[in-house]
């Protein structure tokens, strides 16, 4: 029998588990999937959890609903991977072979890595949401919040679903409006990016609407630490923004058994360099790594996961049969803003192509705007929920194209256009 | 696009003065470049502009916790050598194009 093992069963790891399932030859093919619990949760629900839009129970199911009959699932923690040697250690100590390798860990917020975020503040004025811990315990504490200065900040650039962060400052403003304190709330929104986010017409729209919401952006402000006693964070040249309330959004990293296999990316944060096309590991070719757990220069979404997926499972039977590497991910992301008070917007892009306006074709629910703020938007993301447990997760395909369409789609005019003319620049710095 | 003249050569620029060609690039311009900055290249100044074109060439996307794991310098003295926006300024002065982080 050859082995094949998955490493993480979260968004990333199941989906591949469910298409292996119906496409691997099991008289020739044992799958094993590995993950440290049972406890599958909704991370994109986490946003909803501080402001009691869902329940801590919405978003927890086992992870064993979700596999085909007769998986075999071991509950333990990824030690470290020998790629030279095809083997896998458990903490357990148990070791295991396998011909071919995907790894799913994911990213995980890391608040130690910065110094004063686990000070005494922690959990009692400081916050996370990015955890269902964090998010719950964030949920009684603005249930009795009398306002002051709430500070959302980011600790790095990259993290997972980067809009995330954006979507908690548009709910914040609905949220103390609906309890009519807004008034009593001061919101800043403090980030090492330039801008409100990263590509040039997305920042636009998403910073006129902070503004209209009156949602104050620092931008260019890199946190070095946190003053627990002066109710501060501090930026490393200096710079100072005051907190009653402060949610962070702290450092992501990769698994800590990326580290140990020696797979890290240079910056230390625990991403596996991948072959952004095939999504083949680039020092192993029978190991293949997916969702939040590679350092491709895209979102790190359940979206772009499940687009990643379909490249993925032709790649492995291609790889498996002995032919090349044919299907490519070309970055595909599709993700909403939710931006309160019952709308949302859409952006959609890839490695090439920034998120541009215009209206997105979507089946039933139909032309969904993008960089708009709509109703049917809201409508989307709230199926989202159901479309992740019943769709995503079971590998099946969804109604959107895996590679994005430009389909709707208005190109900027000439002069917005400059950096399409130097794809030097955008190639780079992706 | 528009030209930079420096030391006599004309250098390609976007629209924010980063350079469109790295290969114009020499440590020559980069003084002059720095200078414009109010900057004094040092050697410390040169080590990091160099880690910056290397990376490039390498494709490897930048950050300023990339830069700060260096081994040249860490984060703090990264700001000191390129005070203000440390990542945007040194790679206009390094001759590369200006990193933006992934969406
Ligand atoms: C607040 C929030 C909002 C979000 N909103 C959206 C959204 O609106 N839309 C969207 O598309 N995406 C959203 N996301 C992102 C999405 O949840 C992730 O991108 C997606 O879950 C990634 O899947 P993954 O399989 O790579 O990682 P995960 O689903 O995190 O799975 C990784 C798994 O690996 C396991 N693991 C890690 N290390 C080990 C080890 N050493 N041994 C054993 N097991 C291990 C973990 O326990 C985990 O189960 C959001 C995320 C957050 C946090």
Redesign the interface.
């Known amino acids: 029998m050859k082995k094949l093992l998955i490493l993480g069963a979260g968004t990333a790891g199941t989906m591949m588990l469910n298409k292996l399932d119906k496409k691997l030859d099991k008289k020739e093919w044992e799958i094993t999937i590995i993950d440290k619990d049972d406890t599958h949760y909704y991370q994109p629900g986490f946003l909803f959890i501080p402001f009691g839009i869902y329940k801590p129970k919405d978003v927890v199911k086992s992870r064993k609903e979700f596999f085909p009959a007769g998986t075999h699932f071991i509950i333990d923690e990824v030690d470290k991977i020998n790629g030279d040697d095809n083997k896998v250690i458990l903490k357990s100590g148990e070791v295991l072979t396998y011909d071919v390798l995907i790894v799913a860990t994911g990213t995980t917020p890391v608040p130690s890595e910065t110094e004063g975020l686990m000070g005494p503040l922690w959990y009692k004025d400081i916050f996370d949401f990015y955890t269902f811990e964090g998010a719950s315990l964030l949920a009684k504490k603005l249930e009795n919040w009398k306002g002051g200065k709430l500070v959302i900040n980011l600790a ?3 993290i997972k679903c ?1 809009v995330a962060p954006l979507e908690f400052a548009f709910l914040a403003d609905a949220y103390f409006t609906e309890k009519g304190i807004r008034d009593k709330v001061e919101i800043n929104y403090v980030t ?3 801008g409100a ?3 040039p017409i ?1 920042t636009k729209m998403l910073s006129q609407l902070m503004e209209k919401k009156n949602i104050h952006v620092v931008p ?1 402000f ?1 946190l ?1 630490h946190v003053d627990n006693d002066l109710k501060k964070i501090v930026s ?2 200096g710079m100072e923004v005051e907190f009653d309330l402060l949610v962070s959004i702290p450092t992501n990293m990769g698994a800590d058994m990326v580290a140990n296999s020696n797979m890290s990316d ?4 625990n991403f596996i360099p991948t072959n952004k096309e095939t999504l083949q590991h680039k020092q192993h070719e029978n190991i293949f790594v997916i969702g939040d757990a590679t350092n491709l ?3 790190k979404a359940g979206s772009v996961t499940h687009f990643e997926g379909e490249i993925l499972i032709e790649n492995i039977l291609s790889f498996i049969n002995g032919k090349p590497l044919e299907a490519k991910f070309d970055g595909h ?1 599709n993700c909403f803003i939710e931006t309160g008070f019952g709308k949302a917007a859409l ?1 959609d ?1 890839n490695y090439t192509t ?2 541009l306006p215009g209206q997105f074709p979507i089946p039933v629910l139909g032309p969904m705007g993008l960089l708009k703020e709509t109703r049917i938007n809201h409508m989307g993301k709230l199926a989202f929920k159901w479309i992740y447990w019943h769709m995503l997760l079971t590998g099946k395909s969804l109604p959107v194209s895996t590679n994005m369409s430009m389909t709707g789609k208005k190109a900027p005019k000439k002069e917005e256009n ?1 950096e399409k ?2 794809p ?2 955008e ?4 | 696009m528009d030209t930079l003249t420096i030391n006599k050569s004309a250098i390609k620029v976007n629209e924010e003065g980063y350079f469109t060609d790295p290969s114009q690039w020499n440590e020559d311009i980069a003084v002059e470049m720095a200078k414009q900055q109010n900057i004094d290249l040092s050697e410390k100044h040169f080590e990091v502009l160099h880690f910056l074109r290397n990376k490039y060439a390498e494709e490897v996307p930048l950050t300023i916790r990339k830069v700060g794991k260096s081994g040249i310098v860490d984060i703090k003295e990264f700001y000191k050598l390129f005070p203000g926006g440390p990542l945007k300024i040194s790679s206009k002065i390094a001759g590369i194009p200006k990193p933006v982080s992934c969406v």
């Open positions: 790095e650039t990259t980067p090492p990016l330039s986010f990263t590509k997305a260019d890199y070095e490393y040249d240079e910056d230390d944060l220069p895209t979102s992301a952006i892009f920034e998120p400059k003319e130097e030097q620049q190639e780079v710095l992706l």
